[in-house]
Every structure is written in C-alpha cells, then in structure tokens.
C-alpha cells in the first residue's frame, strides 16, 4: 500500500505565493517509479487537472496555470512539490496529490492523498 500526504496550504493574498509538498512513501514504495500530479477541487465543481511530473522528470500543465505554477520532485525525499505564484481568488480550492504507477500487466494504480487547502483573498 502506498500512503500520500499533502501539506502547505493556506490563506494568502491575491498576489502571493505558497509551495504545496506531497510525501508519498509504502512497504515496497520506489518514488521513482511513479508519476505524480496535482489536481485541485473548488467548492461545487469537479476535481481539476493542475499539473503532473513523470518518472523521468517531464512536466505537464493546465494551459490556465502554465507560467505560475511549477511542479518538481526531490526522489531523495520521495517528495513532490507545487510552486505557486501570482495567486489569484480563483486558485481557491482543495489541492490533491496522486501517485500513479504501471502495473507490470499494462494497467495503471492510482494512489490519492486527502488534499491540502488553499484559500487566495482579494
């Protein structure tokens, strides 16, 4: 079983920055091999994509969020992390992070945490 925990959420201004972690880790849990994503969810709405960081490094964005936020990974700590800068109101929402890994039969296994939150003031 793998076990995914989110921290570093908060209340910050319009215009300010946090970094969210993500500590992933399991009996037989190798970071490296697992893909790791962001995703958010605001009050009424559906669980949105934000960004995700494969095994070898290579990141993806939300087209919205491209220029203000930046994924990474730290294999030695088995952390991934979500810097976010220029906050806006609508950045407001639970943050979740989810580690994903190829079964050896092609298939893929999803690992999710509880969610961080992030609340941006106007």
């Known amino acids: 079983q793998v076990e995914v925990v989110e921290s570093g959420g908060g209340l910050v201004q319009a215009g300010g920055s946090l970094r969210l972690s993500c500590v992933a880790s399991g009996s037989s849990f190798r970071f490296s091999t697992y893909i790791m994503t962001w995703s958010r969810q605001a009050p009424g709405k559906e669980r949105d994509f934000v960004a995700t960081i494969s095994s070898y490094g290579s990141t993806t964005y939300a087209d919205s969020l491209k220029g203000r936020f930046t994924i990474s990974r730290d294999s030695a700590k088995n952390t991934v992390y979500l810097q976010m800068n220029n906050l806006k109101p609508e950045d407001t929402a639970v943050y979740y992070c989810?580690?994903?890994?190829?079964?050896?039969?092609?298939?893929?296994?999803?690992?999710w945490g509880q969610g961080t939150q992030v609340t941006v003031s106007s």
């Open positions: 989810k580690a994903t890994v190829q079964r050896d039969g092609g298939g893929y296994t999803d690992y």
